[in-house]
């Protein structure tokens, strides 16, 4: 029976190697194509995959599994489950993947796309350029069709030329910078502010006009501290928390 295949990752050996492991492979399960397999490789197999032990690798299952990703079944292997979504809140724990894997497992639409002059309140981030690609998507539970958040990323136009807009409906925009552009993101920078919903976000959201928001704004950076992309997100505020874990060393 044929495998489902992971995305590859490139560890950060200070931050835990099963967390890391978790994230990366709940992203690449949250952005699998419908026909893709179900199994798993085997747990030998997965820690071949990303070059950590087998203990490391059986943590990280059990992770997903208490999440409800995926089921072990002796002697059967391990399956991911097709219809499993995780509404939970937001955790920023230090890790590109574990971004990409908090973006993942909605239904997206894309509103609209264009170019645009760089927004007066961005401007510090787009220095050397005058107008920026901008991308604007509408994220729902996939169960019930709710509305969660809304979000822009403004990103510079030598990377737009290399996006296809069907992986921004599949994939969340981190995603598609590093695996598809190929853009060498080194940090992403969060800022999160409560915020009361504008007539737009209260429409897209089917939120009441000036309720609690969550306003997100992160910024990704490259090797050389240049801002690739610059994404503005609303979250209704009765659907997601924000916990940040600092790494102490």
Same mark, same amino acid.
């Given at each position: ?20 492991? %978790?994230?990366? *492979?709940?992203?690449? $399960? ?23 032990? =087998? ?11 208490? &999440? ?15 219809? #499993? ?7 920023? *724990? ?5 971004? =990409? ?8 639409? *894309?509103? @609209? ?9 961005? #401007?510090?981030?787009?220095? /050397?350029?005058? &107008? ?16 969660? +958040?809304?979000?822009? +990323? ?9 996006? /296809? ?13 590093? /695996? =598809?552009?190929?853009? !060498? $993101?080194?940090?992403?920078? @969060? ?8 007539? &737009? ?20 950076? !490259? #090797? ?6 610059? #994404? ?8 997601? %928390?924000?916990? =940040?874990?600092? @790494?102490?060393?």
């Amino acid at each position: 029976m044929t495998s489902f295949a992971p995305d590859s990752i490139v560890l950060n050996r200070k931050l835990p190697l099963w967390y890391q492991v %978790s994230q990366s *492979l709940r992203a690449s $399960i949250l952005g699998r194509s419908p026909q893709d397999p179900l199994r798993l490789p085997t747990e030998e197999q997965l820690a071949g995959h990303y070059g950590v032990s =087998v203990l490391t690798m059986r943590q990280a299952l059990k992770e997903l599994e208490d &999440e409800g990703l995926i089921s072990r079944h002796r002697r059967r292997g391990t399956f991911i489950e097709p219809h #499993a979504r995780r509404g939970s809140p937001v955790r920023l *724990l230090g890790s590109v993947d574990a971004i =990409v894997a908090q973006q993942s497992g909605m239904t997206t639409e *894309l509103l @609209d796309h264009g170019s645009a002059p760089v927004p007066g309140e961005l #401007a510090e981030f787009f220095p /050397d350029v005058r &107008e920026v690609s901008t991308y604007h998507r509408l994220r729902s539970d996939e169960k019930t069709g709710e509305p969660t +958040n809304h979000a822009r +990323n403004y990103v510079r136009p030598e990377l737009a030329a290399r996006i /296809d807009l069907d992986d921004l409906v599949r994939w969340p925009m981190t995603k598609v910078l590093r /695996d =598809v552009a190929g853009a !060498d $993101i080194s940090r992403i920078t @969060d800022t999160v502010e409560a915020r009361l919903a504008d007539p &737009e976000t209260s429409k897209l959201l089917q939120v009441p006009l000036l309720s609690p928001i969550l306003h997100y704004t992160g910024v990704t950076y !490259d #090797a050389d501290g240049r801002p690739l992309d610059v #994404a503005v997100i609303h979250y209704r505020g009765d659907r997601f %928390s924000f916990t =940040v874990t600092l @790494d102490a060393t």
